[in-house]
């Protein structure tokens, strides 16, 4: 094992702060990321972070040790899904954020904020 390797390789958890360490690519198989638990239809399900991955950055402008952390897959929980009644609720919530209050169209976009109004109608009103 390589020294930066052997830097990382902790799965007592005795040297980073009481968790489990584990240099890139070289976690057990039960232990995933959160992207990965998405990526199967899971969620943690509440519990805590069970372990870590770290590894050098050489990324410009964010050197040092960069950190993922992992959950056990064998207590993560199936994906929740909204109801029927809940997506007809956020698609009309969505629909309004839409709509401009002036014209009274939608415009196809999240009117922003600090106008108030869509962008044709904001222009209308500075010129």
């Not at 990382?8 to 992207?35: C, E, I, N, Q, V």
């Not at 056990?72 to 009309?92: C, G, N, T, W």
Request: with cysteine; aromatic share 8%; charged share 20%.
């Amino acid at each position: 094992m390589s020294r930066i390797l052997a830097r990382f390789w902790d799965p007592t958890g005795k040297s980073h702060g009481g968790l489990p360490t584990y240099p890139w690519k070289m976690a057990p198989p039960h232990l995933l990321t959160l992207r990965q638990l998405t990526a199967e239809g899971l969620r943690p399900g509440g519990q805590g972070v069970q372990a870590q991955v770290l590894w050098r950055s050489r990324r410009y402008g964010a050197p040092g040790v960069r950190a993922a952390y992992l959950y056990d897959v064998r207590f993560a929980l199936p994906k929740r899904h909204p109801s029927p009644r809940q997506r007809a609720a956020l698609a009309k919530a969505n629909q309004a954020r839409r709509t401009c209050p002036v014209c009274t169209r939608d415009v196809g976009y999240v009117l922003p904020r600090h106008l108030g109004t869509c962008l044709d109608c904001g222009q209308e009103a500075a010129a």
